[in-house]
């Protein structure tokens, strides 16, 4: 049996899966508005958090945590707004890049909070299955 593929610039029809990215844009657009205010917060309050781990003695500087997470949500805000009104290709490939990070971030965060965890991994493996596979079905959002 022969299979039939679309023609050479002819975009395939949309499909259920285009609501996971819709879905999937519009969590990362409330991921980075919700980082970027906590980064702000941090930015504002400079502390410095000590701890005692089983390496050793850890200082956190609160301050740099909080640049280094206003700029990544930031970013995170972003690629989910050009995702989701541009449907641009380099979007759809900066969302898999970030959401495949918050991936392996959720598993390291897995010892500290197993159900939140569980859950965003669950999401971001969603997500990425529906950026990676019907990523070609997305079209920009007309207004």
Same mark, same amino acid.
């Given at each position: 049996?022969?299979?039939?593929?679309?023609?050479? @610039?002819? /975009?395939?029809?949309? +499909?259920?899966?285009?609501?996971?990215?819709? $879905?999937?844009?519009?969590?990362?657009?409330?991921?980075? !508005?919700?980082?970027?205010? =906590? @980064?702000?917060? &941090? #930015? $504002? =309050?400079?502390?410095?958090?000590?701890?005692?781990? +089983?390496?050793?003695?850890? +200082?956190?500087?609160?301050?740099?945590?909080?640049?280094?997470?206003? %700029? %990544?949500?930031? !970013?995170? $805000?972003?690629?989910?707004?050009?995702?989701?009104?541009?449907? &641009?290709?380099?979007? /759809? #490939? +900066?969302?898999?890049?970030?959401? @495949? *990070?918050? *991936? *392996?971030?959720? $598993?390291?965060? !897995?010892?500290?909070?197993?159900?939140?965890?569980?859950?965003?991994?669950?999401?971001?493996?969603? %997500?990425?299955?529906?950026?990676?596979?019907?990523?070609?079905? !997305?079209?920009? #959002?007309?207004?």
């Amino acid at each position: 049996m022969a299979k039939a593929y679309a023609q050479p @610039g002819v /975009r395939p029809r949309q +499909t259920g899966w285009v609501g996971w990215i819709w $879905f999937g844009a519009l969590m990362m657009i409330l991921m980075g !508005l919700w980082g970027m205010f =906590s @980064g702000l917060v &941090a #930015v $504002f =309050s400079p502390n410095t958090i000590v701890a005692w781990t +089983t390496y050793g003695l850890a +200082t956190v500087d609160i301050s740099t945590w909080g640049w280094v997470h206003l %700029v %990544v949500s930031a !970013l995170v $805000f972003v690629v989910g707004v050009s995702l989701l009104t541009t449907a &641009a290709t380099w979007a /759809r #490939v +900066t969302a898999i890049v970030l959401v @495949g *990070l918050e *991936l *392996l971030l959720q $598993f390291a965060a !897995l010892p500290a909070t197993p159900w939140w965890s569980l859950v965003s991994i669950g999401l971001c493996v969603t %997500v990425l299955w529906a950026l990676i596979v019907h990523g070609g079905e !997305l079209r920009p #959002v007309s207004t």
